[in-house]
Nanobody, 126 residues
């Protein structure tokens, strides 16, 4: 069983930055593929970014490419999402997700992940 806890959300103005963190339990964290998703009111949960267990492979959605960066620190069992140049359309609840199987390419669907955090709210004001 893997437990995930997100933090770092908040209210920020357009053009601002936030860094989200996701702390994970489990001794085999370094083998997990990790992902970030987001869900805005009235919309389906959408993929944001994912990263391999070693951190050597990453993949970002086109909507955030060049603005957001996923990274991880396996010594701290933590994955991050650095968000720069934020826009009002980035407003959503952001979720961390984990897949316990080794990296086999970008995982961009919710069904690919077995474990989910509770989410953290990000609000970007115009």
């Amino acid at each position: 069983q893997v437990q995930l806890a997100e933090s770092g959300g908040g209210l920020v103005q357009t053009g601002g930055s936030l860094r989200l963190s996701c702390a994970a339990s489990g001794r085999t964290f370094r083998s997990y593929t990790m992902g970030w998703f987001r869900q805005a009111p009235g919309r389906e949960r959408e993929f944001v970014a994912c990263i391999s267990g070693t951190g050597s492979s990453t993949y970002h959605a086109d909507s955030v490419k060049g603005r957001f960066t996923i990274s991880r620190d396996n010594a701290k069992n933590t994955v991050y999402l650095q968000m720069n140049s934020l826009k009002p359309e980035d407003t959503a609840i952001y979720y961390c997700a984990a897949d316990s199987k080794p990296w086999r390419g970008p995982l961009t669907t919710t069904g690919a992940y077995a474990y989910w955090g509770q989410g953290t709210q990000v609000t970007v004001s115009s």
